[in-house]
């Protein structure tokens, strides 16, 4: 047998014993029973989370500088402060945040590349502590670590996870067979299923909801397939299977089910696919690890293994392009002009590619699923932080304090002057789940049937029913829950064929965060396939798209009228029951000031006219040589009138400066919730 | 579970015995000589101590001369000071041991005092806390483990959006409407909300959450029994009737059980730190040169 696979058999048998130890120990008595909260409700209840959460266990957090653990993003979803970096040179923190109400529900999901890399290093009893890399590391922590020796370790092992799929490999210093890293590694992931048991509420309070996970972080030649892994309890996988383990996702599927979903220990998992929108457009690539076409067996195992997707987050929105496909000229928010992660990582401007986003995977979905009887994208919709900085649910505007570093983005890119991060970035959203209670089995149950949506951050409430006899009326039923749930499916279903039906019929009801703006209007946007094509059309069902709210520039104060709540029935009236369709939910709120707005008023700059002055400091600072003043900067302040100048008709052709205008970020966004789809699959 | 058996065994054992080693059995522990700079503070002064009692306790055990770390670490330093010697790596530790190199160089100096430190902080069998302890620690530390109290009440609600100027004269008859219901539930009147129930369950910090601050003291403030309203939201008016409430709780130790054993473990650790580091500091007999 080779050394690395008896290695790595000892190690896994080892993890195993452990496991099954915590196991134990959490079995003591305490029951994880259907029913236990004292808040129970079988039409379901709103629920607010976030899956997607970095501390200084994920190796770039860590090198951005964040000291922030696992107990402080639980401290912080339950609404206490935490500290945060940059540190002074005596380690005290520089900032606190706080999270303005508890989260529901949260999963960790640090990286699983490097969890036991970093232990390794930071570990002086560990035989890879002394390793030139482990060395490197320890001098890019230091507080005087120059930008050259942060980005010089940074990339070197950062860039293992963009390896092609047969290359990715553990770093040097794991040793021989990667033993100091798997061991380290389970040691680390040991931990961080018991501080999930720890942090549980299993009281009937059901206060917060945690469920171990981390994130599988594959990005071969730089293209974002990343995925996090959720399990719903405290069964849990021997290791934390990351791209080096399991370079393919149906690797990673396959293990996920052999070690936990067809254990028969109760272990039940679930992986979430984020940020395709810098993929540059292979996340939803007809195209298995062997370089064939999808099979039926593959597309199964997709559509069992991810039933939701991340349509936002710190790293943009992955709904639609602005152009692809169809107008929709709302496909526009938090798009970030980057094609793939490295280009994101060094701001360098590329175009996107639409085949990265999720109107083509519903479209291509529905395509496969007509030729191969199952489709591998039929995604629920989540939304998310992405904090690298331990703080879950943080995604208010008024106090964004930056997605990594905070201060020192990479540490090696500073940010622009005055801003907490670069400003295509942006704060994130939340993930949105109608179940029962609050707690595991629950919570989870409704991301496997989608019962789900994203928003990206407010917390307005939405609920969106699809059924064949609703009346146009329902709306100002009391019990209109009751009745829709009774007679159709809620968002994440599929409606079943009903011969003696004309038209399939929605309702979409939706309330305001009553922290945030009034609601605007609620759109469905249907797509479906015709023929071997598939089409995208957007329907206004409630509200008022012209109602002329805004916010002012210069206090972001809100102006005009909105909704407080607002409710729709529409029916498809170019329906054809042969088409495969898909319909979901965007609910969008009154303008309001967009973070760097926010930063730009509370910073009392002028936002409206170029700041020459401070161009010239910033060029001398740290933009290249070849950059240029004359133009508008939307880091340094949004000179509109100047960048409305611009002829953006062919960007590529500007001047540098200049182009940047075309890709200048808006003062003002329509925070949004965008629901899962209702499905409608023509018989047979 | 293996992990830190090693490090009791391997690592901390002895570590761990200073305090019945210089304390219980009252034995007169080193004298060292810490040098510190002129300007010292004392709070520098008093981490120089600790790290010097520290760094002589991992030597006094003979971890600079048998950690692998330390090992790996000297021969490597050797081979960049003789890249041609023809010498084996035991021979080159012995040479780098001789040189006293152990005693100056900054890597072997961190790794000797991180395992002084985890083991001044690893908790032994015997003070891992027991049943009783986690059950006397939760009812001690009530405040870290109580829950909210909750209220049971009926809600009806008028939708500004729905009913804009209609509202105030809505609201007027469903005052009304509400004061004749009696005891019966108010099924079938106003309007809906995603979310909203016509009997719930609900904290105040929820409530405050989901509908604002006017609606969630009202509810904390009305009379069991009676309707109460209208209460203005974001949303509309409000009508609310407490049918009851609960007192905020400490749950039972079966149920937040790993909740209470990390708190405790976490006081623990610190407990034996000072513990530990306590004993070592009074054993010694520390003399402080300053130097410029």
């Known amino acids: 047998m080779p050394r690395f696979l008896s290695s790595a058999l000892w190690l896994i048998a080892l993890a195993m014993t452990v496991v099954g130890c915590s196991d134990a120990e959490s079995r003591s008595g305490i029951a994880d029973d259907f029913g236990r909260c004292a808040d129970f409700d079988p039409l379901r209840q709103l629920f607010w989370g976030d899956t997607h959460i970095h501390t200084e266990l994920s190796f770039d957090a860590n090198m951005q500088g964040t000291r922030t653990t696992v107990d402080d993003a639980y401290e912080f979803a339950r609404g206490e402060p935490i500290p945060l970096q940059p540190y002074n040179e005596d380690g005290t923190p520089t900032r606190m945040a706080a999270i303005d109400r508890p989260l529901d529900f949260v999963m960790l999901s640090d990286h699983a590349e490097f969890l036991g890399t970093l232990k390794v290093c930071n570990d002086p009893s560990s035989p890879g502590y002394g390793a030139r890399q482990c060395v490197d590391y320890r001098a890019a922590q230091q507080f005087d670590a120059s930008p050259q020796e942060v980005a010089g370790i940074f990339v070197e092992l950062n860039a293992l996870t963009a390896a092609e799929p047969q290359r990715a490999r553990y770093p040097e210093l794991c040793g021989p067979a990667d033993e100091y890293c798997l061991e380290a590694g389970m040691d680390v992931w040991r931990q961080v299923v018991s501080d999930a048991e720890a942090a549980y509420d299993r009281s009937d309070a059901c206060e917060l909801t945690t469920f171990p996970g981390y994130e599988w972080s594959g990005g071969p030649r730089l293209k974002n397939l990343h995925r996090n892994v959720m399990f719903k309890n405290e069964k849990v996988t021997a290791l934390p299977y990351n791209y080096f383990d399991e370079p393919y996702a149906e690797g990673l599927w396959a293990r996920l089910r052999e070690e936990c979903v067809d254990a028969g220990t109760g272990c039940d998992v679930l992986t979430i696919p984020h940020n395709s929108n810098i993929s540059e457009g292979i996340y939803f690539q007809n195209e298995m690890a062997n370089g064939e076409p999808f099979t039926s067996e593959y597309v199964e195992a997709r559509n069992a293994m991810e039933p939701v997707i991340e349509v936002y987050q710190h790293k943009g929105a992955s709904e639609c392009l602005p152009g692809a496909a169809t107008a929709d000229e709302l496909c526009g928010f938090e798009v970030i002009p980057f094609s793939n992660l490295a280009t994101t990582n060094l701001e360098l401007i590329t175009p996107p590619d639409p085949k990265g986003f999720l109107r083509h995977a519903y479209g291509e979905g529905m395509r496969l699923e007509a030729s191969l009887g199952t489709n591998p994208f039929q995604y629920g919709i989540t939304a998310a932080t992405d904090t690298h900085i331990s703080a879950p649910g943080f995604v208010a505007e008024n106090d964004f304090k930056g997605h990594g570093g905070a201060g020192q983005p990479n540490r090696f890119l500073p940010p622009p002057p005055g801003f907490p991060d670069v400003e295509y970035l942006s704060p994130g959203g939340l993930t949105a789940v109608w179940a029962e209670e609050n707690a595991r089995d629950a919570i989870f149950s409704a991301l496997r049937r989608k019962e789900t949506f994203g928003t990206s951050g407010p917390r307005m409430a939405v609920r969106m029913f699809g059924g064949w006899d609703y009346p146009s009326d329902l709306c100002n039923a009391s019990d209109l829950v009751a009745q829709a749930d009774a007679a159709g499916v809620p968002m994440g279903g599929t409606l079943e064929p009903q011969p003696a039906s004309s038209a399939p019929v929605f309702l979409v009801s939706a309330m305001q965060d009553s922290n945030s703006a009034p609601l605007q209007r609620i759109q469905i946007v249907k797509g479906w396939l015709d023929g071997d094509d598939y089409q995208v059309q957007v329907f206004e069902i409630a509200g008022d798209a012209n109602n002329g709210a805004s916010a002012d520039l210069d206090t972001c104060e809100l102006q005009g009228e909105g909704f407080g709540d607002l409710c729709g029935v529409w029916q498809d009236a170019d329906f054809d029951p042969g088409q495969r369709a898909y319909y979901y939910a965007r609910v969008l709120e009154n303008p309001s000031c967009r973070w760097t707005t926010w930063q730009c008023s509370a910073a009392e700059y002028d936002c409206t006219d170029w700041d020459y002055a401070a161009c010239v400091q910033r060029k001398q600072d740290f933009l290249p040589s070849d950059f240029t003043c004359d133009c508008c900067d939307p880091a340094a302040g949004l000179n509109q009138a100047f960048c409305a100048e611009v002829d953006c008709r062919d960007p590529g052709l500007l001047p540098e400066a200049e182009e940047r205008c075309c890709h200048q970020v808006e003062p003002t966004i329509q925070e949004r919730a965008w629901t899962s789809p209702i499905w409608y699959q023509p018989p047979s | ?292």
């Open chain 2, 1 to 292: 579970m293996l992990r830190p058996l090693v490090h009791f065994f391997l690592i901390g054992g002895l570590l761990f015995s200073a305090k019945s080693v210089y304390e219980k059995s009252r034995i007169e522990g080193p004298a060292i000589t810490v040098r510190v700079a002129v300007d010292a503070t004392d709070a520098n002064v008093e981490t120089a101590v600790r790290e010097a009692i520290l760094l002589n306790e991992a030597q006094r055990l003979g971890w600079d001369r048998t950690d692998p770390i330390v090992y790996t670490h000297l021969i490597r330093n050797m081979r960049f000071i003789e890249p041609d010697s023809p010498d084996d790596d035991l021979a080159l530790f012995q040479r780098a041991i001789e040189m006293n190199m152990q005693a100056h160089d900054p890597v072997v100096r961190a790794r000797l005092l991180y395992r002084a430190r985890e083991a001044l902080t690893f908790v032994p069998e015997d003070r891992m806390p027991s049943r009783a302890e986690l059950e006397e620690h939760r009812r001690t530390h009530e405040d870290r483990f109580e829950r909210e109290g909750r209220v049971r009440f009926q809600q009806v609600f008028l939708s500004r959006s729905k009913r804009r100027e209609a509202l105030a004269a809505d609201a007027r008859e469903m005052r009304e409407r509400l004061a004749a219901l009696g005891d019966s539930a108010p099924a079938g009147l106003g309007d809906s909300l995603p979310g909203l129930r016509p009997e719930q369950s609900a904290t105040p910090s929820e409530l405050k959450d989901d509908y604002g601050a006017e609606l969630a003291v009202a509810v904390g403030e009305a009379v069991v029994g009676a309707w109460r309203g209208p209460v203005s939201s974001v949303y509309g008016l409000h009508f609310v009737k407490v049918i009851g409430t609960e007192p905020a709780y400490v749950p039972p130790l079966d149920v937040i059980g790993a909740e209470v054993r990390a708190d405790r473990l976490r006081e623990i650790r610190e407990e034996v730190r000072q513990e530990r580091m306590a004993a070592l500091r009074e054993a010694y007999r520390i003399t402080i040169e300053r130097a410029p």
